[in-house]
Antibody, heavy 124, light 107 residues
Framework: QVQLVQSGAEVKKPGASVKVSCKAS????????INWVRQATGQGLEWMGWMNPNSGNTGYAQKFQGRVTMTGNTSISTAYMDLSSLTSEDTAVYYC?????????????????WGKGTTVTVSS | DIQMTQSPSSLSACVGDRVIITCRAS??????LNWYQQKAGKAPKLLIY???TLQSGVPSRFSGSGSGTDFTLTITSLQPEDCATYYCQQSYSTPYTFGQGTKLEIK
């Protein structure tokens, strides 16, 4: 079955970087974007950006520009999200989600498969 | 950025009730509107995309409608397992913003 398996929880100190992985299986990794969405405890969902594994193209939310890098390794069907200069406000659960499209005259975009999430805690 | 506003922020309803959650976009987004369900401690799950298309495997008691700036998610005959937080999300333009969520509790 189609699934995204994420790496384990991380604890980082302020100023450090974290790299979260997301391994895809059950479909052709290069056929779909991978999006990253985060959620602070008790808060809503925040979209961070997308990465296309086929082209390597990326798009980031302005809020994270300069601090986030999304990459992929097609040989092992794995996407990565690297976030630097961490502060306590980056403490959250980070999800990867597969992007999908539907439609003929318009291409509707949505996230149809999600990983279980990776908890990142930033604390001194 | 396009702002998404959901209402209500929370609601409580009985099993068998009909529930309506609304989502308003700060500008027209055509039908580029998705709905997700998130149960406590779990990842979000896609319910509806393109405003009204039910994702495969989602029960038919869920339905979506709307276009432009105003959208609704309707749950007919509420079930205990529908206890969750529901989010709308626009995919008209990046950043793909979410609403703040509607927490649904079962009385």
């Amino acid at each position: 079955q189609v699934q995204l398996v994420q790496s384990g929880a991380e604890v980082k100190k302020p100023g450090a970087s974290v790299k979260v992985s997301c391994k895809a299986s059950g479909y052709t990794f290069t056929s779909n974007d991978i999006n990253w969405v985060r959620q602070a405890t008790g808060q809503g969902l925040e979209w961070m950006g997308w990465m296309n594994p086929n082209s390597g193209n990326t798009g980031y939310a302005q809020k994270f520009q300069g601090r986030v890098t999304m990459t992929g390794n097609t040989s092992i069907s794995t996407a990565y999200m690297d976030l630097s200069s961490l502060t306590s406000e980056d403490t959250a659960v980070y999800y990867c989600a597969r992007g999908a499209t539907s439609g003929y005259t318009a291409f509707y975009y949505y996230m149809d498969v999600w990983g279980k999430g990776t908890t990142v805690t930033v604390s001194s | 950025d396009i702002q998404m506003t959901q209402s209500p922020s929370s609601l409580s309803a009985c099993v068998g009730d009909r529930v309506i959650i609304t989502c308003r976009a700060s500008q027209s987004i055509s039908s580029y509107l998705n709905w997700y369900q998130q149960k406590a401690g779990k990842a979000p799950k896609l319910l509806i995309y393109a405003s009204s298309t039910l994702q495969s495997g989602v029960p038919s008691r869920f339905s979506g409608s709307g276009s432009g700036t105003d959208f609704t998610l309707t749950i007919t005959s509420l079930q205990p397992e529908d206890c969750a937080t529901y989010y709308c999300q626009q995919s008209y333009s990046t950043p793909y913003t979410f609403g703040q969520g509607t927490k649904l509790e079962i009385k």
